[in-house]
């Protein structure tokens, strides 16, 4: 079978700029996207394909309406460093009517808040670990939550200040580390239940076949930490601290997520 590939394709990128970003963390998980889409067009060229690569901002319609790609590549994470704008980026091509990848619209504005998701999952039967959000110091915990608790920015992700201190394991190191965290982000903080457990990342590829792909994360022995979990330090260092290892997702999970798939709003 004559795979028909596009002829030109445009791969989008977050437009980082230290003045838009609350702390160096920030910055550097979003700022990399550049030089990865530069070698995803340059790998498409080499397929003979017209490709090339703009950034998320406000020129981005006109730069599309210029170029006139058949097919997007959106890499775009956050715009003006706000990880919920990015959900303007799908919603401009779908205006435009360029087909694209990733995420569409109501998908996107969904997962830049980690509470809203948890709420989502939790109304759909699939059980979290308890959680609650917390938006200023005078904010009681719940009487539900347990020691330990793990602290995390609900409007950020890419483990933004993820480290063994996120753990706490009483009420004055939950107070630390929520003071620390609102005064640099002034963002709502999101504590769940602490639960040590498996990580587990799945992949989709849509097609004529739709594949699901799964990798479990796993640590070398050498790197283990206190908890065991994915910090930013893990994430954005230098080192190759985790390596990942085939998992067997049950059937029934695939054929769900193919499903998801065909909802318009996925």
């Known amino acids: 079978m004559n795979t028909i590939l596009p002829k030109r394709i445009a791969v989008l990128y977050a437009d980082a700029k230290h003045e838009y970003f609350p702390s160096e963390q920030v910055y ?49 994470d956050s715009v ?21 990848t990733g995420t569409r619209v109501m998908g996107m504005t969904i997962n830049t808040n980690k509470f809203f998701t948890k709420n989502i999952l939790e109304q759909w039967g699939i059980t979290t670990p308890k959680c609650q959000l917390i938006k200023e110091s005078v904010d ?18 890419g483990s933004i200040e993820i480290s063994d201190d996120s753990v706490c394991v009483d009420e004055k ?3 630390t580390r929520f003071k620390y965290l609102h005064d640099i982000y002034k963002s709502p903080i999101l504590v769940e239940e602490y639960i040590a457990g498996r ?24 790197y283990k930490g206190k908890y065991n979990i994915a910090t930013y330090n893990n994430n954005w260092g230098t080192e190759d601290i985790f390596t990942y290892v085939k ?20």
């Open 28 to 76: 550097i998980s979003e700022v990399e996207a550049k030089d990865r889409t530069a070698i995803v067009a340059s790998r498409l060229q080499k397929m003979g394909i017209d490709a090339t690569t703009f950034p998320g901002n406000a020129q981005l319609t006109d730069n599309l309406k210029k170029y006139k790609p058949d097919f997007v590549i959106n890499c775009v």
């Open 80 to 100: 003006y460093g706000q990880e919920y704008l990015c959900a303007t980026i799908p919603a401009t091509l779908e205006l435009l009517q360029i087909p694209y």
């Open 140 to 157: 009681e915990l719940d009487v539900i939550m347990d020691f330990p608790l793990i602290a995390k920015l609900n409007d950020f992700h």
């Open 173 to 175: 190191s939950l107070k």
């Open 199 to 222: 990580e587990v990342s799945v992949h989709i590829i849509e097609g004529i076949n739709t594949k699901v792909y799964a990798g479990e994360k796993v640590f070398k022995p050498e």
């Open 247 to 266: 998992y067997d997702l049950p059937d029934r999970v695939k054929e769900s997520l193919k499903k998801s798939l065909r909802c318009p709003q996925a």
